[in-house]
Each structure stands twice: as structure tokens, then as C-alpha cells.
């Protein structure tokens, strides 16, 4: 029997280990060991997937300090608990028990203060786990922390890996500099499995190579449920609309609200309809409370259902929210935010403003069609979405890997 060991934080990341697992488990003979870490627990109860936590690892006589030292840490810091006190104290006792073999508590304190969370990095915790599960090979997202020092552990010990990068292969450079500055060490740099799954050949370009064995290009898992609902859509009779629609995706931002109100006067001007989808991690009422529900009947706030909202517009508007890609996915022109983290404009599936004041002139371009960009901005979608999901070709590519044919 083959063992697989994974691990993740929560958010999209949990959503890419959550959609490998349904790949991956229907290999023949294999044994999956998640460790969820922080919030991604409530993805995979959702869907029934069994996994471990680290209290899993915990053992109450020698780990007394390191559990005392998350208390203290987490109860002076006011940290939030509400995945659970013990699993919080452990989360940040773990880290902290080998930062203090290194440094002295202000030097903690103060680094944590300047750079937060970032700072941990329990590589002799993930060690002595990798060795209680013993894989045959790890899998991770490109998450810090945790799953970096997952990634460490693994190279130590002689164990396959492999990461899941869920975007463009884009390092947060500024705080890997500040991070090897503080403590003076290079281990907070980018760390990569020996084995790459990357979005598109941007991304590709963009890693830094060493230490990597092979790099493939497979699209991201969590956008598999994407193409489903796009070949499953594609196949429906369209019915033809009155007017245009616009759709706008939210995201926790300063310009947000503005945003908003600028495409309500234009969609007004134009006789248009906007639909606003508002970010998982928002409040509706944030956005309600910043229109007049009798004056603006052609406006629409909805906390739900994203597909069918991109589905039911012909223009996606976004600051640079990654669910855009997804409306790339769909077959929709984007207007983005410029931005270092999705390039849109790169990938051509999109037009990009630097100032929200542009917004309106993109949209304009691609309505008259300009230049003929319609299909242009079509073309690169075309390119963009995958023929074959990603969980399954990362499933070949993993059951490669463990017959040990790559």
C-alpha cells in the first residue's frame, strides 16, 4: 500500500486538496492522510472527507511546554480561538517551542509584531509527523508556514513532494525579504516540492527552479468545478436578453464600495443591469445599505450562486479577485484591477484599468468591440480553460510518482 500525506490551510487552498482527494482516492491501494489546518477542517467536513488535526499529533507529557507556550502566547495576543483552544495553543506553541530554541522571547514578540504569522515555521513538528505517517510522498499547496515547513520536513527527510501552486507562481518577495532580514536565515525563502503543478505557462515562467525536479502544467483543481458547470451550461439553449448585464465581483478593498457606485450610474445611463456578487468573506448589508432598493431596481446584491451570476452577465468587472478566472473559465470578458498577483492583461483574457476611473472606458472597448478585442479576449479564454481537469491530470501525474516513473 502507498501513503499520501497532505496538508493545507483554508480558503482556495482547502478547496484544491479537497478536489485531489476525490481524485486520488479512487487510486488502487492507497492510504490519504490530510492534516487540516486552521479553518480548512470545515471545508472537508462539508464534503465527508476524513482528516487529522494537530492535536492529532499531541502528546500531553512532551509537549506540556510548547502547549503552555501557545496559551500564554495566544491569550496575551488575543488570538482567536474559535477553531478550537486546544488546536489554537498547539498551532502556535509548536512554532513558537522552536523559534525559542533559536531566539530570545523579545526577538519573538518583536518579530511577530513587525511580520506576524509568517514567522512560524515548525519544521521538527512536521518532521516528527512525516515520520509517524511515513508517506510515500507529500502533497501541499505553496501556503507559508505549516505547509512550507511540510515541504522542508519532507526534503529532510528524504520524502517525495509535491506543491500545488495556486496561482501564478508569484513570491510574496517582500515579506520573504523581510523574513530572512529579521532573523538573518535563509529558511523563510520560497520553497517548492520536487514536483510543480502550476496554472499556466505564466506561472511556470515565473518559479524560481532550483531545487525542483519537473514542473507540469495542469490548470488549478479548484477551478475543475468550474469547467464542469461551463460544459454542463454550454449545452443549454441560451435565451436572448433585452439588455446587457454586467456583473461585479467584490472583494474586501478600499475602492470597493466606490466601485460600486460608479458602475450603478453607469448601468443607469445605459439602461443596463448590474449584478453585484459580493465576496464570501463580506457582509451583504455592507453593499445594501449603500443603495436605494426603490431607485435602483436594475441592481441586484447577491451573496451566492457565482456561477450562475457570471453565467448570467456579459461583462465581469473585479478589482482583482481570482473568482474573475473563473469567468474566464465561463467565457466572459473581464475588466480588472492592474495587478502583480493575476495578470489578467498577460493572459489576455482581460482588460486591465490602474484607475477606477478607466473602468468605464473598458467596458466601453468592449462593447463597440474595438479593434475586434471581443475576439481576441475569446481566443485566450479558449486557451485558458482546460480540455482535462486538473485533479485528474495531477492524479496521473502523482500515481507516476509513487510507481516511481518520473
Avoid: W
Avoid at 487552498?13 to 490519504?32: G, P, R, S, W
Avoid at 522552536?98 to 518579530?111: F, G, M, P, S
Avoid at 510515500?136 to 515547513?149: D, F, G, I, Q, W
Wanted: with cysteine; net charge neutral.
Amino acid at each position: 500500500m502507498k501513503k499520501i500525506f497532505m496538508t493545507c490551510y483554508g480558503g482556495g487552498h482547502a478547496e484544491i486538496i479537497k478536489e485531489l482527494y476525490k481524485n486520488l482516492v479512487n487510486i488502487f491501494d492507497i492510504e490519504i492522510t490530510i492534516l487540516a489546518l486552521t479553518t480548512s477542517k470545515y471545508k472537508f467536513e462539508q464534503e465527508k472527507i476524513p482528516y487529522k488535526l494537530i492535536t492529532d499529533y499531541y502528546d500531553k507529557v512532551k509537549d506540556k511546554e510548547a502547549y503552555t507556550l501557545g496559551k500564554d502566547f495566544c491569550i496575551k495576543n488575543n488570538i482567536d480561538t474559535s477553531i478550537g483552544a486546544e488546536e489554537t495553543y498547539l498551532y502556535h506553541g509548536y512554532a513558537l517551542y522552536e523559534l525559542e530554541k533559536k531566539y530570545n522571547k523579545e526577538k519573538i514578540e518583536q518579530a511577530f509584531k513587525e511580520l506576524g504569522r509568517p514567522i512560524f515555521l515548525p519544521i521538527e513538528f512536521m518532521e516528527r509527523v512525516l515520520k509517524s505517517e511515513n508517506p510515500n510522498l507529500v502533497v501541499t499547496t505553496n501556503s507559508p508556514r505549516y505547509e512550507k515547513a511540510t515541504l522542508i520536513a519532507a526534503k529532510n527527510l528524504n520524502i517525495k513532494s509535491l506543491s500545488v501552486e495556486d496561482q501564478f507562481g508569484k513570491d510574496d518577495s517582500e515579506v520573504t525579504v523581510a523574513l530572512e532580514k529579521f532573523f538573518n536565515d535563509q529558511l523563510y525563502q520560497k520553497v517548492y516540492g520536487d514536483y510543480v503543478c502550476v496554472l499556466s505557462e505564466i506561472a511556470k515562467k515565473n518559479l524560481n527552479y532550483k531545487k525542483i525536479s519537473k514542473v507540469f502544467i495542469t490548470g488549478n483543481p479548484s477551478f475543475d468545478k468550474t469547467i464542469k458547470f461551463f460544459r454542463e451550461n454550454s449545452k443549454k439553449e441560451k435565451t436572448k436578453k433585452e439588455n446587457i448585464t454586467i456583473c461585479y465581483l467584490t472583494q474586501k478593498h478600499p475602492e470597493n464600495i466606490l466601485i460600486m457606485k460608479k458602475l450603478i450610474k453607469f448601468i443607469e445611463e445605459k439602461n443596463f443591469n448590474l449584478i453585484v456578487k459580493i465576496h464570501p468573506n463580506e457582509k451583504i448589508e455592507d453593499y445594501l445599505k449603500e443603495i436605494d432598493q426603490k431607485e435602483n431596481k436594475k441592481v441586484e446584491i447577491k451573496n451566492s450562486n457565482l456561477y450562475e451570476n457570471i453565467s448570467n452577465s456579459d461583462i465581469v468587472i473585479t478589482i482583482f479577485s481570482t473568482a474573475a478566472l473563473e469567468a474566464a473559465i465561463l467565457d466572459k470578458p473581464i475588466v480588472a484591477k492592474k495587478n502583480i498577483g493575476v495578470p489578467f492583461k498577460d493572459l489576455g483574457v482581460g482588460l486591465e484599468y490602474e484607475n477606477i476611473n478607466e473602468i468605464e472606458e473598458k467596458i466601453n472597448i468592449i462593447l463597440n468591440n474595438k479593434e475586434n478585442i471581443n475576439e481576441k479576449l475569446k481566443e485566450a479564454r479558449d486557451k485558458f480553460r482546460p480540455i482535462k481537469k486538473a485533479g485528474e491530470q495531477i492524479k496521473e501525474i502523482i500515481e507516476n510518482i509513487l510507481n516511481n516513473e518520473l
